[in-house]
C-alpha cells in the first residue's frame, strides 16, 4: 500500500508563489510517473503538471512559464513550484503517483488526499 502525503497548499495573492510537495512512501518496488492534478468545485480533475521517472515533464497549457514539476526519485517526492499565480489557479491540488507493486509487478495509480490552493486578495 502506497500513501502521498501533502503539503505547501494555502492562501496566496495574485502574482504570489506557492510550492507544493508530495512524499510517497509505504511497500512498493519503485514509483513511475508523478504528476499534480486541480479540481474545482462542479468541475472535473484535470492534469496541472506530470513528470516521468527520466524527468521528462508535461503541463497544462494554461500554466506553462509559470509552474514548474521537479522530483527526487531516491526520496520518492514531487515537487510543484507554482509562480505569478492568478485566481483561476484556485482549486483544490492532488498528487498522483504510479508504483509498481513488489513480486506482481503490477502498476497502481495513487492519490493524496489534496490541498487547498486559493489565490485571491
Known amino acids: 500500500q502506497v500513501q502521498l502525503v501533502e503539503s505547501g497548499g494555502g492562501l496566496v495573492q495574485p502574482g504570489g508563489s506557492l510550492r507544493l510537495s508530495c512524499t510517497a512512501s509505504?511497500?512498493?518496488?519503485?514509483?513511475?510517473?508523478m504528476g499534480w492534478y486541480r479540481q474545482t468545485p462542479g468541475n472535473q480533475r484535470e492534469l496541472v503538471a506530470h513528470?516521468?521517472?527520466?524527468?521528462?515533464?508535461n503541463y497544462r497549457d494554461s500554466v506553462k512559464g509559470r509552474f514548474t514539476i521537479s522530483r527526487d526519485n531516491t526520496n520518492n517526492t514531487v515537487w510543484v513550484q507554482m509562480n505569478s499565480l492568478k485566481p483561476e489557479d484556485t482549486a483544490v491540488y492532488s498528487c498522483?503517483?504510479?508504483?509498481?507493486?513488489?513480486?506482481?509487478?503490477?502498476?497502481?495509480?495513487?492519490w493524496g488526499q489534496g490541498t487547498q490552493v486559493t489565490v485571491s486578495s
Open positions: 509505504g511497500s512498493f518496488f519503485v514509483i513511475n510517473a
Open positions: 498522483n503517483a504510479e508504483s509498481i507493486e513488489r513480486w506482481t509487478w503490477r502498476a497502481i495509480d495513487n
Open positions: 513528470i516521468t521517472r527520466a524527468g521528462i515533464t
